[in-house]
Nanobody, 120 residues
Framework: VQLQASGGGAVQAGESLRLSCVVS????????MGWYRQAPGKQRELVAA???????NYADSVKGRFTISRDNAQNTVYLQMISLKSEDTGVYYC???????????????WGQGTLVTVSS
Protein backbone atom coordinates (compact mmCIF):
# COMPACT_ATOMS: atom_id res chain seq x y z
CA VAL A 1 0.00 0.00 0.00
CA GLN A 2 1.35 3.41 -0.97
CA LEU A 3 0.09 6.90 -0.20
CA GLN A 4 1.21 9.64 -2.56
CA ALA A 5 0.62 13.18 -1.33
CA SER A 6 0.87 16.24 -3.53
CA GLY A 7 -0.14 19.88 -3.69
CA GLY A 8 2.19 21.49 -1.19
CA GLY A 9 4.11 24.63 -1.95
CA ALA A 10 5.12 28.10 -0.86
CA VAL A 11 2.39 30.72 -0.58
CA GLN A 12 1.71 34.07 1.04
CA ALA A 13 -0.51 34.42 4.07
CA GLY A 14 -4.14 34.59 3.06
CA GLU A 15 -3.69 32.41 0.01
CA SER A 16 -5.00 28.90 -0.59
CA LEU A 17 -3.69 25.44 -1.36
CA ARG A 18 -5.29 22.09 -2.05
CA LEU A 19 -3.56 18.90 -0.99
CA SER A 20 -4.33 15.50 -2.50
CA CYS A 21 -3.38 12.01 -1.41
CA VAL A 22 -3.94 8.90 -3.49
CA VAL A 23 -3.89 5.46 -1.92
CA SER A 24 -2.76 2.65 -4.19
CA UNK A 25 -1.70 -0.97 -4.02
CA UNK A 26 -3.39 -3.96 -2.50
CA UNK A 27 -6.60 -2.43 -1.11
CA UNK A 28 -9.79 -4.16 -0.05
CA UNK A 29 -11.24 -1.27 1.92
CA UNK A 30 -10.24 2.10 3.37
CA UNK A 31 -11.73 3.30 6.63
CA UNK A 32 -10.71 6.60 8.19
CA MET A 33 -8.43 8.98 6.28
CA GLY A 34 -6.74 12.07 7.56
CA TRP A 35 -4.15 14.78 7.32
CA TYR A 36 -1.51 15.48 9.94
CA ARG A 37 1.18 18.13 10.00
CA GLN A 38 4.51 18.60 11.66
CA ALA A 39 5.88 22.08 12.12
CA PRO A 40 9.61 22.63 12.67
CA GLY A 41 10.55 21.61 16.20
CA LYS A 42 7.07 20.37 17.03
CA GLN A 43 5.30 17.04 17.23
CA ARG A 44 3.06 15.75 14.48
CA GLU A 45 -0.55 16.79 15.06
CA LEU A 46 -3.91 15.91 13.57
CA VAL A 47 -5.23 18.55 11.21
CA ALA A 48 -8.38 16.87 9.90
CA ALA A 49 -9.91 13.44 9.58
CA UNK A 50 -12.80 11.94 7.66
CA UNK A 51 -14.61 8.63 8.00
CA UNK A 52 -15.65 6.47 5.08
CA UNK A 53 -19.16 7.82 5.51
CA UNK A 54 -18.00 11.42 5.37
CA UNK A 55 -18.03 12.50 9.01
CA UNK A 56 -15.25 15.00 9.65
CA ASN A 57 -13.14 16.20 12.55
CA TYR A 58 -10.85 19.24 12.61
CA ALA A 59 -8.20 20.72 14.84
CA ASP A 60 -9.51 23.89 16.46
CA SER A 61 -6.78 25.93 14.78
CA VAL A 62 -8.05 25.12 11.27
CA LYS A 63 -11.82 25.07 11.74
CA GLY A 64 -13.52 27.32 9.24
CA ARG A 65 -10.43 27.49 7.02
CA PHE A 66 -9.66 23.89 6.05
CA THR A 67 -12.00 21.36 4.48
CA ILE A 68 -11.27 17.66 4.22
CA SER A 69 -13.04 15.52 1.65
CA ARG A 70 -12.58 12.16 -0.02
CA ASP A 71 -13.41 10.29 -3.18
CA ASN A 72 -13.95 6.67 -2.21
CA ALA A 73 -14.02 5.49 -5.81
CA GLN A 74 -10.60 7.04 -6.42
CA ASN A 75 -9.13 6.16 -3.00
CA THR A 76 -8.22 9.81 -2.62
CA VAL A 77 -8.41 12.29 0.23
CA TYR A 78 -8.19 16.04 -0.18
CA LEU A 79 -7.46 18.99 2.08
CA GLN A 80 -8.63 22.38 0.86
CA MET A 81 -6.85 25.12 2.79
CA ILE A 82 -7.89 28.76 2.60
CA SER A 83 -6.81 31.87 4.48
CA LEU A 84 -3.48 30.27 5.22
CA LYS A 85 -1.43 31.60 8.10
CA SER A 86 2.29 31.41 8.84
CA GLU A 87 1.52 28.99 11.66
CA ASP A 88 0.13 26.53 9.10
CA THR A 89 3.68 25.99 7.85
CA GLY A 90 4.87 22.42 8.11
CA VAL A 91 5.09 19.05 6.45
CA TYR A 92 1.65 17.63 5.82
CA TYR A 93 1.22 13.86 5.95
CA CYS A 94 -1.77 11.89 4.79
CA UNK A 95 -2.91 8.82 6.65
CA UNK A 96 -5.32 6.04 5.84
CA UNK A 97 -6.59 2.97 7.68
CA UNK A 98 -6.46 0.24 5.05
CA UNK A 99 -7.70 -3.33 4.96
CA UNK A 100 -5.62 -5.12 2.38
CA UNK A 101 -7.67 -8.29 2.13
CA UNK A 102 -11.17 -9.40 3.05
CA UNK A 103 -10.08 -11.16 6.23
CA UNK A 104 -7.32 -8.80 7.31
CA UNK A 105 -7.62 -5.97 9.83
CA UNK A 106 -7.36 -2.26 9.22
CA UNK A 107 -3.79 -0.96 9.55
CA UNK A 108 -2.57 2.64 9.37
CA UNK A 109 -0.45 3.75 6.42
CA TRP A 110 1.32 7.06 5.89
CA GLY A 111 2.27 9.17 2.92
CA GLN A 112 5.70 10.68 2.44
CA GLY A 113 4.68 14.22 3.37
CA THR A 114 4.32 17.40 1.37
CA LEU A 115 5.78 20.71 2.52
CA VAL A 116 3.57 23.75 2.98
CA THR A 117 5.33 27.06 3.61
CA VAL A 118 3.27 30.15 4.38
CA SER A 119 5.04 33.50 4.44
CA SER A 120 3.57 36.46 6.26
Amino acid sequence: VQLQASGGGAVQAGESLRLSCVVSGSIFSINDMGWYRQAPGKQRELVAAITRGGSTNYADSVKGRFTISRDNAQNTVYLQMISLKSEDTGVYYCNADVKRHRFSVYSPYWGQGTLVTVSS
